[in-house]
């Protein structure tokens, strides 16, 4: 990318600092009656007032840092990115939005910069714990000012594995095969939390469809820690579309497509 050490530096403490404006702004409003609607005719999928505002709130602090970007984000009519030359950020305004209403906790708030393509940088805010996972490939990777280690290697039998259980539950082959070889697998329910996870070593690998703005502030700080993301097929992961995605260490990565295949 075209931005210095110093630059990526101001832009990181910049949105940090907004995150954690907002993380306050949501815990502070969580008594609140909020409206919840249902999108695409289905029960599940989600939708309060304050996803909107989040987004709105973001979008307008974004486009004063970066005015000649493009912007991808879930709530309105910004879902459909067209190019990735350039500046491209990604915003999901809260990920785990029933989580959100029904638990009022294992949500986040996701961010990332892409640059011609190119991860950039990231944050992830765990809203609840006040924590904000924020870095990339040339700063690193930060839960609030405390720099992560590298991932360690683990292997397939000793991964705790995070997986979509609706896919799962529908038998979809990768996702059963997972679940039959992990050392144990886990249902979260938000993308963002999932990460942290992963970020944490909390768990080893991640399968789940993502669409762009739920897959690209995780897939910059997973990478940057030494995590392999990737389209099962073993194929490049794009950010115009969603993508059937593995986020895993080296060695289960291997595992994983071998299991496949056989
Ligand atoms: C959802 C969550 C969930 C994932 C879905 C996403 P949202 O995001 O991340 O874990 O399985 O695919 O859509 O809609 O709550 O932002
Ligand atoms: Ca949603
Ligand atoms: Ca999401
Ligand atoms: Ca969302």
């Known amino acids: 990318n075209n931005l210095s050490e110093r630059q990526l530096k101001t832009i990181d403490n ?24 249902t999108k695409e005719g289905d029960f ?15 979008l307008d602090h974004l486009r004063n840092l970066d005015s000649q970007a493009h912007f991808v984000a ?11 030359v350039g500046h491209v950020w990604f915003v999901d305004p809260i990920d785990g939005t029933l989580n ?46 405390q720099k992560l ?22 038998g979809e082959k990768p996702y059963r095969l997972l679940a039959e070889k992990a050392l144990a697998f886990r249902v979260i329910g938000s993308a963002g939390i ?18 762009p703005w739920d897959l690209a502030a995780g ?3 997973s990478e940057s820690l030494g995590y ?8 490049p992961v794009n950010m115009l579309l969603s993508n059937t995605v593995l986020i895993a260490t080296n060695k289960m990565h291997l595992e994983t497509i071998k299991v496949i295949k056989d």
């Open 194 to 211: 999932s990460f942290v996870r992963l970020l944490q070593q909390q768990a080893t690998g991640y399968l789940s469809k993502l669409s």
């Open 14 to 37: 910049q949105v940090t600092g907004w995150l954690a404006e907002l993380g306050q702004q949501v815990r502070q409003g969580l008594g609140a009656n909020r409206s919840v609607q």
């Open 228 to 235: 392999q993301v990737k389209r099962l097929d073993g194929e």
């Open 74 to 84: 879930e709530e309105g009519d910004l879902k459909r990115p067209e190019t990735m």
């Open 44 to 58: 599940r999928n989600l939708v309060t007032d304050l996803d909107k505002s989040n987004q709105a709130w973001l």
């Open 100 to 145: 959100f209403v029904h638990e009022k906790t294992d949500f986040a708030i996701m961010v990332a910069l892409y640059v011609d393509g190119q991860p950039t940088l990231a944050w992830i805010a765990k809203v609840m714990s006040e924590e904000i996972y924020h870095g990339g490939p040339d700063l690193g990777v930060f839960c609030n000012e």
């Open 149 to 170: 280690p590298a991932v360690v290697d683990r292997s397939l039998d000793q991964a705790i594995v995070i997986l979509s259980g609706r896919r799962l539950l529908s």
């Open 219 to 221: 897939r910059v700080l």
